[in-house]
């Protein structure tokens, strides 16, 4: 049996079963808390889980696999990153989330402000936010699939990507968050399962010698002329072609892992699954220990891919290293146990991969759209009038709507790196949803307007900034590979577009009057207690 036949008996039985998970949670959703939040009836562990599930996505397991493989020792600083940012989302925002929001991010900028127009500019976040990050998943699955169908032509991998994109809104539209989260805890096992199984083979092949593993893979795939720069500092950001600006670009990426987290909506609202803030707090803990247990074994796929694969092999799979894993499951699972070890290790690591795909799409799906009935239907159009039945047909319709957009993006997306792409997501939800939240939690002071500004001005500089990078125009990687508009020479845009936000943040605060001391009391005693949480959005 080929790889290709059984990979998508393996991929096949995954969506058979989590279909099955979905049909099951649609019998079962029956509110909007159902819809939403999953009723709050799962607990911190099981939370812990899916929180592991929604955040290990094909950036993690394919992108920083490849960015690795290919840039050594400057890819592994997007795992350090996507890790750290944890902290911040644990010590800063997951208990305090949770205990003043209900259902979405803007329940808890709309407590103590005008609600519409900072349900409007969240709103519009959250779906600019999940678009980005999806937009990397669907370019993950067009070259996962390339790699185990063996479709080399854009055409092809474009009617996969339309396929994974028909998946993820069945997901949503029918599942709700109950089946969304059952899905990512499903996909969480494997997915550990699966890397860890992939980390051992490698390292029994170097005799369990992290050093050995490293010197093969600087020999196979660093620079000639200098293998051991692919151990150093400078590989990809630093070079000296792109001088202060490449070290600057780092700096960036850093500030936009780190920071982004605690800004993803599809993050944020895992928060309102828990009964109590306790299982809040636990669910995060969780959370950490898988998603660094995780981050670790990415260090042994990339280095493995670079050592066992090879740089010229890898790009020849995807030129942005997104088949670094299931490459180097194919030559690890062939060097072991031989030809058919070889294809059912690609079939086994190809179908998680593409169930993590799956699982990641179906809750950044949930997230916009819920945003998009809860906050904006509801609450800006209707302005409160609507009933729980038509914002969960709403949420549904949007579902669709956005899934649509996710798909196009992604066509037009393919030849990025995925890693690459979620970190642009990142950049966007540090600059324009992290200073509202933090603000709107920390500052007795802040109003509408500072709200508002901070949204607005975080999100539109963040765009700005990568339509005239390097990202969009003027390369062989970018989107419009022979336009050349750049007029900002840095990739990552969040060492500008982070501080703006807070900026404006501040500003909008400072110029208005507003001022609620009754309300910011009792959010306050809310955030810090949970006394009244479930009404925190009726307000």
Not at 302 to 327: M, Q
Not at 382 to 405: M, T, Y
């Amino acid at each position: 049996m080929s790889s290709t036949t059984l990979g998508m008996i393996l991929f096949l039985a995954f969506v058979a079963a989590t279909l099955a998970i979905t049909f099951w949670a649609s019998r079962q959703t029956k509110t909007a808390a159902d819809y939403y939040a999953g009723g709050r009836s799962f607990s911190g562990v099981q939370n812990g889980l899916a929180i592991g599930g929604d955040y290990m996505s094909a950036a993690s397991f394919l992108g920083i696999a490849g960015i690795i493989a290919l840039s050594g020792y400057d890819g592994f600083l997007y795992s350090i990153g996507f890790l750290v940012a944890w902290l911040v989302a644990l010590l800063l925002v997951a208990e305090l989330m949770r205990n003043s929001g209900k259902f979405t991010m803007a329940d808890v900028l709309a407590f103590r402000m005008s609600p519409r127009p900072v349900r409007t500019a969240a709103g519009v976040s959250t779906i600019v936010v999940s678009i980005f990050y999806l937009l990397a998943q669907m370019v993950g699955a067009g070259a996962l699939v390339g790699l185990l169908l063996g479709i080399t032509s854009d055409a092809g991998k474009a009617w996969t990507i339309v396929g994974v994109g028909a998946l993820m809104i069945i997901y949503v539209v029918f599942g709700g968050m109950k089946g969304t989260t059952w899905v990512q805890i499903v996909k969480a096992v494997l997915l550990m399962s699966g890397a860890a199984l992939v980390t051992v083979l490698v390292l029994a092949k170097f005799g369990f010698n992290l050093s050995s593993l490293l010197g093969q893979a600087a020999v196979k795939s660093g620079p000639p002329a200098n293998p051991e720069s692919f151990l150093s500092p400078g590989l990809k950001y630093g070079t000296e072609a792109q001088g202060l600006a490449g070290k600057i670009d780092l700096i960036s990426l850093g500030l936009a892992l780190v920071l982004g987290t605690a800004g993803l909506p599809h993050i944020l609202i895992r928060f309102y699954t828990v009964p109590t803030a306790k299982d809040a707090r636990k669910s995060v803990l969780w959370g950490i220990g898988i998603i660094g247990a995780f981050y670790l074994l990415t260090l042994v796929l990339g280095f493995g891919a670079a050592a066992l694969v090879g740089k010229t092999a890898i790009v020849a799979g995807d030129k942005a290293g997104n088949t670094a894993a299931p490459l180097l499951a194919q030559q690890i699972g062939a060097d072991i146990f031989g030809p058919v070890g070889g294809t059912i290790l690609l079939a086994l690591i190809g179908a998680v991969a593409f169930a993590t795909i799956l699982a990641v799409v179906a809750g950044l799906t949930l997230a916009s759209s819920s945003s998009f009935s809860h906050d904006l239907y509801a609450h800006v159009f209707k302005r409160g009038q609507a009933s729980e039945r038509q914002e969960v047909v709403v949420a549904r319709i949007s579902a669709l709507v956005i899934g649509a957009v996710a798909i196009g993006l992604g066509i037009l997306a393919q030849g990025q790196n995925v890693a690459f792409l979620v970190a642009l997501a990142f950049a966007v939800a540090a600059s324009g949803n992290l200073p509202a939240i933090l603000y709107s939690l920390f500052w007795k002071r802040f109003n509408t307007t500072g709200a508002v500004a901070a949204i607005y001005g975080g999100l539109v500089s963040a765009l700005v900034l990568v339509v005239f990078s390097p990202v969009v125009s003027g390369g062989e990687t970018a989107l419009f590979k022979t336009a050349d508009f750049v007029l900002f020479p840095l990739s990552n845009p969040g060492i500008v577009s982070i501080p703006i936000g807070f900026l404006c943040g501040w500003l909008g605060t400072i110029l208005s009057k507003e001022y609620n001391a009754g309300k910011w009391a009792e959010m306050e005693v809310r955030s810090l207690t949970g006394v009244g949480a479930e009404k925190a959005s009726e307000h």
